[in-house]
């Protein structure tokens, strides 16, 4: 793995197309000057041939001077050119379907056209001052010997970087690898992976892309996206550095808020256990686990959470032990004896059985009473 990555965050154009998101302009600036503030190095912000209201909240994020390269999106045709334009955008990704399905029955049109297409539109776009990234849509269906024509036809029309679009979520990490290896061979662009999680792989088809050779990842915040979404920011970012020792340079401790103001914007609830900010992805519950936390945090942590500026946090339920039981009651200063724990455990586990939910530290107070009522209490205030 190369160590120069750079994420292409993706949330304002992609993570909004997802079907029934709609982001504010509000919303739109709150979460660039989030991702810039992170440090993330690219964005792509929008669609500027959507509209007016699309185009002004595009050109008021380039006004705000924020550190990141800024990108728009469009089709290789004159409207979506001459909108991308009006942008004072840093790069622009003119999109063309590689795939023979799309070219024949969504363009109607020959491979040929679509060679002829790339090589007139990187012209034009140069002549307007823009610098280019062609989006190769349906890059993983498309034929192996005409993909490498079309990424030599990129590089030699002087665009800047290759997007190779997954846009189905088809591929696996291993033919993401070998299709990114031999665009890798024969040409020296930037190449950039766009991966959909249609079967789940989106991450790990970005990271496959990257060990080829790729040299950047569109992401988005929480994986949002079309369909089942993209390969999420927080994942690649965190993953790049625990499996390969590679830093995106972002600031990974504003994830959370990041994923939490991406979650209201777009109105997609995040999963309590989504990788890295999930609710639940950090609390332990299981007698073994938490008894070996206590010990020695290394035991049951892949990563610290404070470098996600979060920390473990223990629940108790129908599979904590008595450790943890007595750990909660001195948390609530009563010391409880071994019988004690014991007692009050089976307590606890029927409460988790019936209401699915841990126990409230009101629950832990009032099981205390009753079993202490019961029993005779020997439980000592601390
Ligand atoms: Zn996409």
Not at 156 to 166: K, L, N, S, V, Y
Not at 350 to 363: G, L, M, R, S
Request: net charge negative.
């Amino acid at each position: 793995m190369h160590n120069m990555v750079t994420i292409n965050d993706t949330t304002l154009r992609d993570g909004e197309q997802t079907a029934g998101v709609a982001f504010t302009a509000d919303e739109k600036i709150a979460i660039a000057c989030a991702l810039a503030k992170a440090g993330v190095p690219e964005m792509e912000i929008g669609i500027p041939v959507m509209g007016p209201a699309e185009l002004e909240v595009i050109q008021t994020i380039a006004t705000l001077g924020l550190g990141s390269q800024l990108m728009v999106w469009g089709r290789m045709c004159d409207r979506d050119l001459q909108a991308a334009a009006a942008c004072n955008a840093d790069l622009v990704n003119l999109s063309i379907p590689v795939s023979d399905v799309h070219i024949e029955h969504k363009l109607g049109r020959s491979r040929e056209w679509v060679i002829q297409t790339i090589r007139d539109y990187v012209g034009r776009a140069f002549d307007l001052g823009l610098d280019v990234c062609v989006g190769g849509e349906d890059a993983s269906r498309a034929d192996t010997e005409f993909l490498l024509r079309v990424v030599e036809t990129v590089q030699a029309a002087g665009a800047r970087r290759f997007r190779f679009a997954d846009t189905l979520g088809l591929l696996d990490p291993f033919s993401t690898w070998t299709r990114i290896k031999r665009l890798r061979e024969i040409s020296d662009i930037e190449i950039e992976i766009h991966a959909h999680n249609d079967l789940g792989l989106a991450t790990a088809n970005t990271l496959a892309a990257l060990r080829a050779g790729a040299t950047h990842a569109n992401t988005t915040v929480n994986g949002l996206g079309e369909r089942a979404g993209n390969a999420a920011l927080e994942e690649v970012v965190m993953a790049l550095r625990h499996l390969y020792g590679v830093e995106a340079a972002i600031d990974t401790r504003r994830f959370p808020a990041i994923s939490r103001m991406v979650e209201l914007a777009s109105g997609r609830r995040v999963a309590s256990n989504k990788s890295i900010v999930g609710d639940a992805v950090f609390t332990h519950e299981a007698g073994i686990h938490v008894d070996g936390l206590l010990k020695n945090p290394r035991n049951y942590q892949g990563f610290d959470p404070a470098e996600v500026g979060r920390e473990h946090r223990t629940i108790l339920g129908k599979h904590s032990g008595s450790r943890a039981v007595i750990d909660a009651y001195a948390r609530l200063g009563l010391l409880l004896s071994d019988p004690e724990a014991e007692l009050l455990l089976a307590r606890i586990r029927d409460h988790a059985v019936a209401t699915k939910n841990p126990p409230t530290a009101t629950d832990l107070k009032r099981f205390y009473l009753e079993s202490a009522d019961c029993a005779g209490s020997t439980v000592m205030p601390l």
